[in-house]
């Protein structure tokens, strides 16, 4: 099984929609984030959390909620769907904060039409 | 004008080739991150460092801090290296990873 697990890993919505996007992960990791991927953009961050009662927005935040249901699970939800939010999504998770090794998730493709 | 720059954008080459893909950036770090993502979408970490340099198989990172440029090399390319290769610094005055766009990678057999 994978470190670090993602579901759904494809989903194709309608504007509008309420979204839910799940991260579970078996490293231990007390760091969770949250990225989206645009063709020919770098990774930007949505949330990231240190620890269960730690949420901080990232630079891309409006749109977007995230849940820490517990150190192995981070959730991402898009309240209102729409088309622009239509990339692929990451998790991803690391011990220590940036000087720590990243791992990450095999992605989540959304489709908001 | 971006804080993290990795140049060439796109790189074909044969295989056996050497590969460097370069890594410039404007702010301090604390540590520089060398990561692929294959074809399929998943992004694996290859490299993680804040000085000298560290080598793994074929590939060799690179990074001169005064310089605040990195680099990655490929020795003995293989069709299987083609990905897209993305450099990532974490700044060192606050939390936050800095993302390169990404070098393209395909190695023709």
């Known amino acids: 099984d994978a470190d670090v697990t993602q579901t759904p890993r494809n989903r194709i919505t309608k504007t509008g929609k309420r979204i839910m996007l799940e991260c579970s992960q078996t490293?231990?990791?007390?760091?969770m984030y949250w990225y989206r991927q645009d063709p020919g953009l770098g990774l930007r961050l949505i949330y990231y959390s240190f620890d269960v009662k730690d949420i901080n927005k990232g630079e891309i935040s409006d749109g977007y909620s995230v849940s820490r249901q517990a150190q192995a699970k981070f959730s991402l939800s898009l309240e209102s769907a729409i088309p622009n939010q239509t990339a692929l999504y990451f998790c991803?998770?690391?011990?220590?904060?940036?000087?720590?090794?990243?791992?990450f998730g095999e992605g989540s493709r959304l489709t908001v039409l | 004008k971006n804080e993290v720059e990795q140049s060439p954008q796109n790189l074909t080459a044969q295989e056996g080739e050497f590969i460097t893909i370069n890594c410039s950036y404007s702010v301090g770090i604390s540590a520089l991150h060398w990561l692929q993502q294959h074809p399929g979408g998943g992004i694996v970490s290859l490299f993680m460092?804040?000085?000298?340099?560290k080598k793994h198989g074929r590939l060799i990172a690179t990074i001169n801090i005064q310089e605040k440029h990195s680099s990655l090399h490929i020795t003995a390319s293989h069709p299987r290296d083609s990905a897209v290769y993305i450099c990532a610094v974490g700044e060192a005055s606050n939390y936050q990873l800095i993302w390169g766009a990404g070098t393209k990678l395909i190695i023709k057999p």
């Open positions: 460092l804040s000085s000298g340099k």
């Open positions: 991803a998770t690391s011990y220590g904060g940036y000087t720590g090794e990243l791992f």
């Open positions: 490293k231990g990791h007390d760091r």
